[in-house]
């Protein structure tokens, strides 16, 4: 894993604070190239070949290459190019042979998580791809001539002095995440997910992303027959999933282990190939605490594990760095922990799994239940009495989950969407029209309309587009990159994805269980009493936070001129600070933490800019 970064036709930034800004994600080393325009940057993580022969840039004939990333599979794609006179065990020398002989084809092949730039000093052209979910981050700036791009935020604010783009600051408070994994700034985007782009150094024209993988499509599929045929397909695909991110690596590789279904399954098989696997869980005080629940995964499995107890009165000091490594404002309290975590496990190793995606491929989440069922049809009528019926004040009650459920029946678009992801603005704030969010609303929209999708796969297809790509993807990245820590997700592998999509809806959401077909799996593997318990996500006790250790610093930074009182009504934020009797707990917690997040943010924003 490691930091890239990149410019074309622009000199005005310092090199050494570029540097400086990705040296979290490359400790091992760094390095730079430049050829007519173009300045190539790179900040090693060794975790393959640890040898210099890996370092980069990487050179072969009229070819260079940045790459932040790995290829699991690529000693099996060498076979491609056997003729190829290879002098490394580097990933990065095959990406280089494949694209050689293959072009943007070769993308197609390689099972990883990658963000690259390729110099093709005959062509003249710059290329750039990201992998298929979007796991590895590729932000890019573009204005005329001048291009930029970077693994992050901060480290793309050193290249430029980049403007707030209001709009979309409005579009993340309405959405809870930058739609398209996009960022706060004028002129920045992400390269989507699963695509490929190509600049012309002489004549840049704007970019124009060019999809290689399609997510989509097979959830179009033919479906597998029959439940034992669809189970050996999930396990045999998740088995090798596991082997290859833990055989890729030249260090030690451990696992996150949370307590859910998710973590323990990747953790079990895990510890078939790897004996006494270090495990790595966080405890929180009360109802949040799922420790114990990992504890009787470890002990099953003899893992060497460390739980991780977090410390309120700490949060307070250190909070503010924590959201500040995002370099936008990130609504998702579970950063916290996720951070920590992390932290926790760079003292023992460089690599490490996580249960990251199946969820979303595999039906994770309580909402999904109604929707599989036909639930929202028959709730609309009674959506009518929603006005007389008071809010709910217990997050995990019948009634809130009810009360949700009228909601989204009333709703089309991008409003019904949010309205089952999320809990954090909707129906507070009547927010302006948006481009960002006008955008997102016609892309949801036309999926949910499309009648070629189950009511189950449009919902999974919008997650993985959305939930997964702008929130917890990033999470994770950030989280442990934080500490040069690299993170794996066997569940987002590329068999795995060829798979989960094809799987039946009833296999997935049978009666009220979530994700049944691998709550069945699990059962070869995991004790019986995790895989009774309910789904609970990666929760953090945010109301506790946010009236206890952080409400000073939460009140303070909504002042009068904060930047929050710009984007939403300035009496709606003192409501929230001064009336808490008017809004349910939990989800005032939330929002005062969504816009302490935002003010983070541009405090450090403008820091950077002095």
């Known amino acids: 894993m490691c930091g890239i970064a990149g410019t074309l036709n622009s000199s005005c930034f310092s090199s050494k604070k570029l540097l400086a800004a990705l040296a979290h994600r490359g400790p091992s080393g760094h390095g730079e190239f430049s050829h007519q325009g173009v300045n190539l940057f790179h900040a090693r993580l060794s975790i393959q070949d640890l040898s210099p022969a890996g370092a980069q840039p990487m050179h072969r004939h009229h070819l260079s290459i940045v790459f932040n990333g790995e290829i699991y599979n690529h000693l099996e794609l060498r076979a491609k190019v056997a003729d190829y006179p290879f002098s490394t065990r580097s990933d990065t020398e095959t990406i280089l042979a494949l694209f050689e ?58 290249l430029k002095p980049l403007q707030i783009d209001h709009a979309k600051l409005s579009a993340f408070l309405r959405c809870g995440f930058f739609p398209h994994d996009g960022a706060p700034y004028q002129g920045v985007q992400s390269l989507p997910q699963g695509s490929y782009a190509f600049i012309d150094l002489h004549h840049p024209r704007p970019l124009s992303p060019q999809r290689y993988f399609d997510l989509l ?8 027959e029959g439940f034992e045929a669809s189970k050996e397909a999930v396990e045999l695909a998740l088995k090798e999933s596991v082997k290859n991110r833990l055989e890729s690596s030249d ?82 309290s579970s950063a916290i922990p996720s951070y920590y975590v992390s932290q926790e496990a760079k003292k023992h190793l460089t690599v490490i799994l996580n249960g990251d995606g199946a969820d979303e491929l595999f039906g994770g989440y309580r909402r999904y239940v109604p929707m599989s069922h036909g639930w929202l049809k028959l709730a609309r009528p009674l959506s ?50 948006n481009p960002h969010t006008q955008t997102l609303d016609q892309e949801i929209t036309q999926i949910l309309e499309d009648s070629s999708l189950s009511s189950l796969s449009k919902m999974l297809y919008l997650d993985s587009q959305n939930l997964l790509l702008s ?26 994805l060829e798979v989960a999509p094809r799987i039946k809806d009833e296999y997935k959401i049978f009666g009220k269980s979530t994700k049944f ?94």
């Not at 110099?119 to 932000?139: E, I, N, V």
């Not at 790897?274 to 109802?287: D, M, N, Q, R, S």
């Not at 699990?522 to 019986?528: E, G, I, S, V």
Request: net charge neutral; charged share 25%.
């Open 384 to 433: 009518l009495l929603l006005p007389l019926l008071p809010l709910p004040k217990e997050k995990k009650s019948l009634y809130n989950y009810l009360h949700r459920l009228l909601a989204m029946s009333r709703k089309r678009g991008l409003d019904f969407y949010l309205s089952a992801t999320i809990d954090s603005f909707e129906d507070a704030y009547a927010f302006s029209p």
């Open 101 to 158: 002989r293959f072009g943007e084809r070769s993308l197609e092949w390689m099972d990883g998580m990658f963000a690259l730039a390729i110099l093709d000093q005959r062509t003249h052209k710059l290329f750039l791809a990201r992998d298929r979910m979007g796991k590895k981050p590729l932000f890019y700036y573009q204005e005329g001539e001048e291009f930029l791009f970077a693994s992050e935020l901060n480290a793309l604010l050193t």
């Open 471 to 496: 929130d917890l993807l990033p999470k994770m990245d950030i989280a442990t990159m934080a500490h040069s820590l690299e993170g794996r997700s066997p569940f987002l592998g590329k068999s795995l």
């Open 517 to 610: 077909i691998l709550r069945e799996l699990a059962k070869k593997y995991l004790p019986h009493a995790l895989l009774e318990q309910p789904k609970r996500g990666f929760e953090v006790p945010l109301r506790a936070w946010v009236e206890g250790e952080l409400k000073e610093l939460i009140f303070d930074s909504l002042s009068k001129n904060c930047l929050s009182r710009e984007l939403i009504e300035s009496r709606f934020v003192d409501a929230l600070l001064d009336k808490p009797q008017d809004f349910a707990p939990e989800k005032r917690a939330k929002m005062l933490w969504s816009l302490f997040s935002l003010e983070v943010w541009h405090e450090h924003y403008q820091k950077a800019c002095e």
């Open 251 to 332: 260090l030690e590789v451990g696992s996150f282990l949370s307590g859910g279904i998710d973590s323990s399954l990747i953790t079990a098989l895990a510890s078939f190939f790897t004996p006494k696997l270090k495990t790595f869980t966080v405890a929180f005080e009360g109802a949040y605490d799922e420790s114990s629940l990992a504890e009787l995964v470890a002990k099953r499995y003899k893992t060497d594990h460390t739980t991780l107890h977090l410390n309120p009165s700490k949060l307070k000091e250190e909070v503010k760095g924590i959201l500040a490594c995002y370099g936008r404002p990130f609504m998702d």
């Open 217 to 224: 499509s097979l959830y179009q599929a033919p479906k597998i």
